[in-house]
């Protein structure tokens, strides 16, 4: 029976024959671990994992930090000379700056007191004025001008202030059942002596209940006798009586396995069902 068999081909040398020794060396190179350089640092393993202790208050009650080495290899300090100007806290203007007054009640020099104050401030005080435009509330009280006392109305003026007639509405168009005086119109004689359909009446009723429709329970209702005399089965009387603490096991474990689950062995409908559906089944990819 024929297989098919692969055949390596080895690059050859120079010479032309198979240098085997130099492919072995380079199996060798290639299976060595890669390494890790010389500036390499771990991570790491929590935020709370610390390699050394943190600095501390100093004799003044501030936090200095000292010239430490990270790792007995390492030259570097942990803070340099610019990080360790911006770790102190910012000093006061030393020019013209006052701290708080130690009182809101203090003595006014006699300079202050005789001070005239000058036009800008003199304006700066005066309350802010209103427009010249602006116009009061006008009073409640008012005096009416003798022109108006003796004025009279023009005739469009009586027209327009005399009530407006309600018979007028229907030349504009409004439909109203009221008279002049706000009674409703009467109703025709043809109107009173009219009779509806057949189909009219029967819109008009009221919708019937369902015949199978119960109205609420009244909340006081008599019991039957039967019901006052009846007795409950042995079964009613099983379900009804409360559990007692004699049955309840002290040492009762709800995770433990029963032996017949232990040795129980799956049916081969179950087996089938356990199998993944093939077509959901990813094939691994050779290398």
């Not at 005080?125 to 003798?146: C, G, I, W």
């Not at 006798?225 to 009762?252: C, H, V, Y």
Request: proline share 9%; with cysteine.
């Amino acid at each position: 029976m024929a297989t098919d068999e692969k055949v390596v081909k080895f690059p050859p040398l120079k010479g032309g024959r198979t240098n085997l020794t130099g492919s072995d060396n380079r199996l060798d190179h290639l299976a060595n671990p890669k390494s890790v350089p010389k500036t390499f640092q771990e991570d790491r393993r929590s935020v709370y994992w610390v390699d050394r202790n943190p600095p501390t208050a100093g004799p003044h009650g501030t936090t200095q930090i000292s010239t430490i080495r990270r790792t007995a290899s390492d030259s570097d300090y942990i803070a340099s000379a610019r990080v360790k100007e911006l770790s102190r806290h910012r000093t006061p203007n030393q020019h013209g700056w006052t701290g708080d007054r130690p009182t809101p009640m203090w003595g006014v020099s006699d300079g202050a007191k005789k001070a005239d104050a000058g036009p800008r401030l003199m304006s700066l005080s005066q309350h802010k004025e209103p427009h010249p435009r602006y116009l009061f509330d006008r009073t409640a009280y008012m005096t009416v001008n003798e022109g108006a006392t003796k004025a009279s109305a023009s005739e469009r003026l009586d027209v327009l202030a005399k009530p407006r007639d309600r018979r007028d509405r229907d030349k504009f168009g409004f439909i109203t059942l009221e008279t002049s005086w706000g009674q409703y119109n009467p109703v025709a004689p043809a109107a009173k002596t009219a009779h509806c359909t057949p189909h009219v009446e029967s819109l008009a009723e009221a919708k019937k209940y369902h015949p199978r429709f119960t109205g609420e329970k009244p909340v006081q209702w008599s019991v039957n006798e039967s019901t006052l005399k009846a007795i409950a089965n042995l079964r009613l009387q099983q379900l009804s009586r409360p559990r007692s603490r004699t049955l309840i096991k002290d040492d009762f474990d709800p995770y433990r396995v029963s032996m017949a689950a232990r040795r129980a062995h799956a049916t081969p409908r179950v087996e089938e069902l356990c199998v993944p559906i093939p077509r959901k089944v990813r094939p691994k990819k050779a290398l």
